[in-house]
């Protein structure tokens, strides 16, 4: 255009001095730097270090040879830009550039939306051309946000359209069968037929449902409605099982409500921030951009986790306490940090006074000062020095607002309940509960895993956390759902797996999950997925999980349904449809279908229909309504009368148990501990780019980053063993082995080594135990003790695990096709 | 289901429990959390250890809890 209209067409020709010539930096699979259009205005590097806090892009040179650069890499690839693409949109000239705009030329329309990766739910632009998605800009006026992004909610979003998505519908009687694509109504009617004849054959609760922490509020209430009202069981449960279900526990038991206690703006008011078992500048970037610029300007740092995490040092970042821990002896070191609290005087005696159930206060103050959890005591424990941890603990009581954000590391462990129970102790015996800046913040891992707690996901609870034994909430669903209600809990994830290989549990429909490869265990998850009669997946790809399906049912990505998700803050944000579903259906339309086939009708003409049910029957959604998210763009629950806006900040004048109950948490070592034969811990986490299972981003180009996964070992630890940098190491559990890269690192102690999880074929859970959650069955992923030597060649695991995945994507491209049937 | 994993768990929630220092309200502890979190099967089966094998494996607050609580412990229905 710019030509078309004579721009280039300058006065004194292009003789002199200029910068045309520049080279084009297009490294970046995403966007472009284009130096000849720059003119070093300095909005991108002060975009990357006030906005995103990474400070990777510099000016470099004086006067006309001045040139921005990402660092002295020279090229963007390599620099430490994060791929933010806060510069990107700081730009004024066309200097940094989508390249997915140069691609597919300029949008024409926008949709506000919400993001489907981590969960801070980020509010976005989807800039479109079409039902074509061009661009995805963070919106100014979201309020998780705030128009800051990451490089997977910002870029990672080419997978929604990837070849690999299947769009039909198929079944097969056998795994070892090949595929046939069948229409709709054949996969649901022959859907419900199945699970009717396993009902008959071996009993009402031998089937049952997981709903997904990606899917939507409405599409999980439509599964955990099928489940209670249309098989007749309690038999759901869903992935948050694995991740943050001790929150869900924990929190409950001590303040009344299975949720954080604030919004993330919060943070700009703390003056103390402790992060426990977390690592936000990977998992939860945009939340880690606000943490850092409060940082900046002088908040105070704890970090509790085993691993020497970005967060530690940054620029103009350090850590004033890096309590460096042994995996799973998180309960020791909160218990230290309470018994240093109490018994230096430090409690806030008349919050307690105020707040606290009393008796329960001096049962636990018993407890917390009997010596044996002094930090003295604990220190051989916990590799805590004691020093440390008492000046952590004071300077957690008493520098000002204190705020603890903790993560998988705290819950994924045998004691994951206990040690949310110990956060909230120490956040209620410094009265830092209740106002801005302080609080209890769980970093939930994915988009939905709040709402999908919410929503009755669990087997004991109905929607908005209510036993399913309680008389009065059971009889409000059963005249709203017209349908008598099982009265008992029912199976759990693991409890479910444990059941199909014991003949009682024979039927399952999956939705956006894969515990084939995200549970732990993957050998006992996947004899237990074989042993189904009837194991029904619906994803947007031919998952891990799936490859032990009998009905493949396409699903429908976040870009083509409307909904709602609820992020880690409670935020109840919209997710808007900007094309048309690829299979035809949405999500929650398929289960409606699925519902009518069994026998159960469903009758909605559109989500909002399903949300005014859930606002109709959850107390704490009362006054949720589609109407009033577009009005407002987001809301936090509890809304309702009291709070018709929603509640930033929850227990502001009391608890919502009423009076806040101290939990006795005695540290007991987890059985997965080190031996002569497993002399190391192996602990796991996710990176920048990747996300969780990698169904997604492994189907984009942040696959450049990360291409493998591979076993961290400190230098010490390698050194004995005769591992170089690069070598190939077997990682031998009790539960399996798998083989993967090592990549010698100081991050991490002598005795632990750490992995990530984002690559099938790695086979990380192929190491991880059955060991669980004392509470919840949350599984102990964060501890495995291992032995790990030098290999050449891949595990038997791993060889299995290729020829299974060839015969199942053989499977899947002999599929017998619809269209030649016609 | 498989009994040693359900001893476990029970073992595992009696260790939480075993923390409160009157005894009686600890084996409260323990079959109200059983009574609220597992499926009738487990129960079931549990119970089925308790009397088939004698509660092999099982800690002691885990039995006292057990005993003191069977009824309630019973699935409905």
Request: aromatic share 8%; hydrophobic share 35%.
């Amino acid at each position: 255009m710019a030509g078309v209209v004579g721009l280039r067409e300058v006065r004194y020709g292009y003789d002199g001095d200029n910068h045309l010539k520049a080279e084009k930096d297009l490294s970046n699979p995403y966007f472009s730097f284009d130096g000849s259009k720059c003119i070093v205005c300095s909005r991108c590097v002060r975009a990357c270090e006030e906005v995103q806090g990474t400070f990777a892009l510099t000016v470099d040179g004086r006067g006309f040879a001045s040139m921005i650069m990402p660092g002295p890499t020279g090229n963007f690839l390599q620099s430490e830009c994060v791929s933010c693409g806060a510069c990107v949109q700081a730009c004024p000239t066309a200097t940094l550039m989508e390249k997915s705009i140069t691609d597919a030329g300029q949008p024409d329309h926008a949709v506000i939306t919400t993001c489907a990766y981590c969960g801070v739910g980020c509010s976005f632009r989807a800039e479109m051309k079409g039902t074509e998605v061009v661009r995805m800009v963070p919106n100014k006026d979201g309020h998780a946000n705030h128009g800051h992004s990451c490089i997977k909610g910002r870029f990672a979003w080419g997978y929604a359209t990837h070849a690999d998505r299947i769009t039909k519908p198929m079944i097969r009687a056998k795994i070892t069968d090949a595929w046939r694509e069948v229409s709709w109504e054949e996969a649901l009617a022959h859907t419900a037929a199945e699970f009717k004849r396993i009902q008959a054959n071996y009993g009402r609760g031998a089937v049952g449902g997981i709903t997904s922490s990606r899917c939507t509020n409405e599409e999980t209430y439509l599964i955990q409605k099928l489940v209670r009202a249309g098989f007749g069981n309690n038999n759901v449960d869903t992935c948050a099982r694995v991740c943050h279900s001790p929150t869900g526990y924990g929190l409950k038991q001590t303040l009344g409500e299975s949720a954080g206690t604030q919004d993330f703006d919060s943070v700009l008011e703390a003056d103390v921030v402790m992060v426990i078992g977390a690592n936000p500048t990977d998992g939860h970037p945009v939340f880690a951009s606000h943490l850092k610029r409060r940082l900046r300007q002088g908040a105070k740092l704890i970090v509790v986790d085993p691993r020497g995490i970005d967060l530690v040092r940054l620029p103009h970042v350090q850590a004033d306490y890096h309590l460096q821990l042994r995996p799973g002896t998180n309960v020791a070191v909160i218990n230290a940090l309470a018994h240093t609290i109490v018994s230096e005087g430090l409690a806030a005696e008349a919050f307690i006074k105020a707040r606290c159930d009393l008796a329960a206060f001096e049962k636990w103050k018993a407890f917390i000062l009997l010596p044996e959890n002094s930090p003295e005591a604990l220190a051989e424990a916990t590799g805590v020095p004691a020093q440390a941890l008492r000046g952590a603990a004071r300077l957690y009581a008493t520098g000002g607002n204190a705020a603890i954000y903790y993560g998988l590391g705290v819950t994924e462990h045998s004691q994951g309940s206990t040690m949310v129970m110990g956060i909230a102790n120490l956040a209620m015996l410094t009265g830092n509960i209740g106002r801005r800046g302080v609080g209890v913040n769980p970093l939930r891992g994915q988009n939905n895993v709040q709402g999908s707690c919410d929503m009755g996901s669990f087997p004991h609870e109905l929607p908005g956390y209510r036993h399913i034994s309680d008389v009065a909430t059971r009889t409000l669903f059963e005249s709203a759902w017209n349908a008598k209600l099982e009265s008992e809990p029912g199976l759990r994830i693991p409890n479910m797996l444990d059941a199909a290989l014991d003949g009682s549990f024979l039927g399952l429909y999956v939705q956006g999950e894969d515990i084939a490869q995200s549970d732990p265990d993957t050998q006992h998850v996947t004899a237990a997925l074989s042993a189904m009669e009837c194991l029904v997946v619906q994803d947007l790809f031919l998952n891990e999980t799936a490859k032990f399906a009998h009905v493949f049912l396409p699903g429908s990505s976040f870009l083509e349904k409307d909904g709602t998700f609820t992020n880690a803050e409670r935020r109840i944000s919209r997710v808007r449809k900007v094309m048309p579903p690829l299979c035809g259906m949405e999500d929650w339309q398929v289960t409606v279908g699925l519902s009518n086939a069994l026998g159960y009708p469903m009758h909605y003409a559109h989500p909002s229909e399903i949300m005014d049910e859930i606002a109709r029957l959850t107390p704490t959604f009362t006054g949720v309504s589609y109407a009033k998210l577009d009005k407002l763009g987001s809301i936090q629950w509890p809304c309702n009368d009291t709070a018709p806006e929603g509640t930033p900040i929850m227990h502001v004048e009391q608890f919502v148990r009423g009076k806040g109950r101290f939990m006795v948490t005695k540290y007991q070592p987890t059985e997965e501990r080190s031996t002569r034969q497993y002399p190391l811990l192996l602990t796991t986490g996710r990176i920048l780019s990747q996300y969780n299972v990698g169904a997604q981003t492994r189907r984009t180009a942040n696959s450049m980053w990360h291409d493998e996964d591979k076993l961290e070992i400190h230098p010490h630890d390698a050194e004995q063993r005769g591992i170089n940098d690069g070598d190939w190491v077997g990682i031998r559990s009790r539960a399996g082995e798998t083989v993967l890269r090592a990549v010698l690192s100081e991050r991490i102690q002598p005795g632990v080594v750490y992995t990530t999880f984002h690559h099938p074929f790695s086979g990380a859970n192929v190491i991880t135990t059955d060991n669980s959650d004392w509470a919840t069955n949350c599984p102990e992923y964060k501890v495995t003790a291992v032995q790990v030597s030098r290999v050449t060649q891949p595990s038997e695991w791993q060889r299995q695990f290729s020829q299974f995945d060839h015969q199942q994507q053989d499977l899947l491209a002999h599929r017998e096709r619809a269209s030649s049937k016609a | 289901m498989d009994a040693s994993k359900l001893v476990h768990m029970a073992n595992q929630i009696g260790g939480f429990f075993a923390a409160d220092p009157d005894a009686s309200i600890a084996a409260d502890g323990v079959a109200d959390h059983i009574r609220r979190f597992w499926d009738p099967r487990m129960r079931r089966d549990l119970f089925k250890w308790l009397d088939e094998r004698n509660g092999e494996g099982l800690q002691p607050l885990v039995l006292q809890a057990l005993e003191k609580h069977r009824e309630k412990l019973q699935p409905a229905g």
